[in-house]
Structure formats: C-alpha cells, structure tokens
C-alpha cells in the first residue's frame, strides 16, 4: 500500500471535503460571513493536520525503505520532526 493512501489521511481528506461542502451551501444560503469564516478556518486547520501527516508519512516511509523498520524510540524523534513540517 502506497503511504499517501493511509486510511487516516484520506478520512481527513474525506471530513474536509465535506466541511468545504457545507461552507459553499453557506455562501450560496448567503449567510454570515463570520460564521463561514469561521468554516473556512476550521477546513484550513484540518488541511494544514493532514498535511502534517502526509508528510510525516512521508519521510518515515522513505527512512524504511533505506534502513528498516524503525524502532519505536525513532519513531518518537520522528514525530517531533513531523512537528516541525506544520510551519512549512
């Protein structure tokens, strides 16, 4: 299985689509633009998550591919890194 096919990436993907959905009823219904601002940031957010774990996922996968399973010690070091991909 391809890691950009993680199940939890794509149930994200998934909710977000949904929202994005909701927020063009919203527009269309011509309600207020606070509250689909409001929308909009909670689908940026999600987005912003999930391309944290893409990413993360990512580098992981490849890190594998080159040395192996990686013990769970690295894992954690790793998760600090996939910290710092939500700032790029």
Request: glycine share 10%; proline share 3%.
């Amino acid at each position: 299985m391809s890691h950009a096919a993680n199940p939890d990436l794509l149930n994200r993907l998934k909710r977000a689509q949904g929202h994005l959905g909701k927020i063009i009823e919203m527009v269309g219904e011509g309600r207020d633009g606070l509250q689909i601002a409001q929308q909009m940031q909670a689908v940026i957010a999600a987005i912003d998550k999930t391309k944290t774990l893409l990413v993360t996922d990512h580098i992981e996968h490849h890190l594998e591919e080159v040395i192996g399973p990686l013990p769970q010690a690295m894992r954690g070091e790793l998760a600090k890194l996939g910290e710092l991909a939500k700032y790029l």
